[in-house]
């Protein structure tokens, strides 16, 4: 199933239609095994010892209906309609989409637990998951009202170590190893939501420590962690130098520099910055029609927010610039567009809106834009 979504975020972030087309029919047969694994509650069911093994193949098994299988399961349905789509056939989509709907709705009403106001490992372990729960909050299972919850729980359930969050609450019997792995969709769920601070915190704790001076210091990212005194887990056999562990190199430029793609091969994209503590961030992102190049300063003293993007021909976009409530003022190449809750169209700019500590702004033309936020007087 994890390769589903990979074809879908490569897709994605490259337009690649050939390829999609020519890896089709191998989509199509493991979203119709998965389909055979559906249970008379229409979840995703597992066999321990048979197929239910994952990225923590230390602890064995899972078996059952187990909330992060189920869903990455919803994640492929979603982007199976979305390769479906590419490869040109529509009722497939469809479908998948219907699947997708149902299996959501099913999550929610038998692996959420209300009590917690977390998914549970399984409909057999009610521990606690940071898999299940992150991904939940990452792929829009989890309804958007309850995702801040979701996320402030998994904190105080599972930030328990220096060194970044166990994966599994103690009563489920796992291994006391932080996963990096999981640890980035996690950390991919906080930047999503807009908890920055706290993604900013599991940054340094997880990946901060992989990096600091020491004698496993090695430049790269290990495989896991111990989380009783920070070694690189499973002794001699773990790895220093693993890519499943690398999510902070797309999660920085999707986030904190903040460009990502809307449609495929960024046809249309999103520059959003979530700056957190930082005072700058600068860097391109290829796309097949050019780089979006951003380049962003914050100045809290000035309550100021600077950010330019060149954005390639062939494209239109949306930029997102915070703003510290719906009383200040935002200048695109020195136009104001933005005053007290108002919008005024500019050169390329057509439609801009309020919503959650940001003025999005719809661009309709490539070039440089200047953009300029300033929470003061109508003067500014």
């Given at each position: 199933?994890?390769?589903?979504?990979?074809?879908?975020?490569?897709?994605?972030?490259?337009?690649?239609?050939?390829?999609?087309?020519?890896?089709?029919?191998?989509?199509?047969?493991?979203?119709?095994?998965n389909?055979?694994?559906v249970?008379?509650?229409?979840?995703?069911?597992?066999?321990?010892?048979?197929?239910?093994?994952?990225?923590?193949?230390?602890?064995?098994?899972?078996?059952?209906?187990?909330?992060?299988?189920?869903?990455?399961?919803?994640?492929?349905?979603?982007?199976?309609?979305?390769?479906?789509t590419?490869?040109?056939?529509?009722?497939?989509?469809?479908?998948?989409?219907?699947?997708?709907?149902?299996l959501?709705?099913?999550?929610?009403?038998?692996?959420?637990?209300?009590?917690?106001?977390?998914?549970?490992?399984?409909?057999?372990?009610?521990?606690?998951?940071?898999?299940?729960?992150?991904?939940?909050?990452?792929?829009?299972?989890?309804?958007?009202?309850?995702?801040?919850?979701?996320?402030?729980?998994?904190?105080?359930?599972?930030?328990?170590?220096?060194?970044?969050?166990?994966?599994?609450?103690?009563?489920?019997?796992?291994?006391?190893?932080?996963?990096?792995?999981?640890?980035?969709?996690?950390?991919?769920?906080?930047l999503?939501?807009?908890?920055?601070?706290?993604?900013?915190?599991?940054?340094?704790?997880?990946?901060?420590?992989?990096?600091?001076?020491?004698?496993?210091?090695?430049?790269?990212?290990?495989?896991?962690?111990?989380?009783?005194?920070?070694?690189?887990?499973?002794?001699?056999?773990?790895?220093?130098?693993?890519?499943?562990?690398?999510?902070?190199?797309?999660?920085?430029?999707?986030?904190?520099?903040?460009?990502?793609?809307?449609?495929a091969?960024?046809s249309?994209?999103?520059?959003?910055?979530?700056?957190?503590?930082?005072?700058?961030?600068?860097?391109?992102?290829?796309?097949?029609?050019?780089?979006?190049?951003?380049?962003?300063?914050?100045?809290k003293?000035?309550?100021?927010?600077?950010l330019?993007?060149?954005?390639?021909?062939g494209?239109?976009?949306?930029?997102?610039?915070?703003?510290?409530?719906?009383?200040?003022?935002?200048?695109?190449?020195?136009?104001?567009?933005?005053?007290?809750?108002?919008?005024?169209?500019?050169?390329?700019?057509?439609?801009?809106?309020f919503?959650?500590?940001?003025?999005?702004?719809?661009?309709?033309?490539?070039?440089?834009?200047?953009?300029?936020?300033h929470?003061?007087?109508?003067?500014?």
């Amino acid at each position: 199933m994890y390769f589903v979504a990979d074809l879908a975020s490569y897709y994605l972030h490259t337009g690649d239609k050939d390829f999609v087309t020519k890896e089709w029919p191998v989509v199509k047969r493991e979203l119709a095994w998965n389909a055979t694994r559906v249970d008379g509650n229409g979840l995703f069911s597992t066999r321990a010892g048979v197929d239910g093994a994952d990225w923590d193949f230390y602890d064995g098994d899972k078996g059952g209906e187990v909330s992060a299988y189920n869903i990455l399961y919803y994640k492929a349905l979603v982007d199976g309609a979305a390769l479906a789509t590419a490869a040109g056939d529509a009722s497939q989509a469809a479908a998948y989409r219907a699947d997708a709907e149902a299996l959501r709705k099913r999550i929610n009403e038998r692996l959420y637990d209300p009590t917690s106001g977390l998914y549970k490992i399984s409909d057999t372990q009610s521990g606690v998951a940071q898999d299940a729960n992150a991904l939940a909050v990452l792929y829009g299972v989890a309804p958007a009202a309850k995702q801040v919850e979701i996320l402030s729980k998994l904190k105080s359930s599972l930030w328990s170590t220096p060194y970044g969050p166990l994966p599994f609450s103690s009563d489920a019997g796992n291994k006391d190893l932080v996963s990096p792995f999981i640890s980035g969709f996690e950390l991919q769920a906080r930047l999503a939501t807009g908890d920055t601070a706290n993604a900013q915190e599991l940054l340094h704790n997880v990946w901060g420590h992989m990096i600091a001076p020491g004698p496993n210091q090695t430049g790269t990212m290990w495989e896991n962690i111990s989380g009783r005194d920070g070694t690189p887990g499973l002794g001699s056999g773990a790895s220093l130098s693993h890519g499943w562990s690398t999510a902070p190199t797309s999660a920085l430029s999707s986030y904190v520099l903040g460009v990502r793609p809307d449609t495929a091969g960024y046809s249309t994209w999103t520059v959003q910055p979530h700056p957190g503590d930082l005072t700058w961030t600068r860097g391109s992102v290829p796309t097949p029609h050019g780089d979006v190049s951003v380049n962003w300063t914050a100045n809290k003293d000035k309550n100021q927010f600077n950010l330019t993007v060149n954005a390639p021909k062939g494209t239109t976009g949306t930029i997102a610039v915070p703003v510290s409530g719906r009383t200040g003022t935002v200048r695109v190449n020195g136009e104001l567009v933005w005053r007290h809750g108002s919008f005024a169209a500019a050169a390329g700019v057509t439609q801009g809106h309020f919503a959650s500590g940001y003025v999005y702004l719809e661009v309709k033309r490539h070039g440089t834009f200047k953009v300029t936020s300033h929470q003061g007087s109508s003067s500014n």
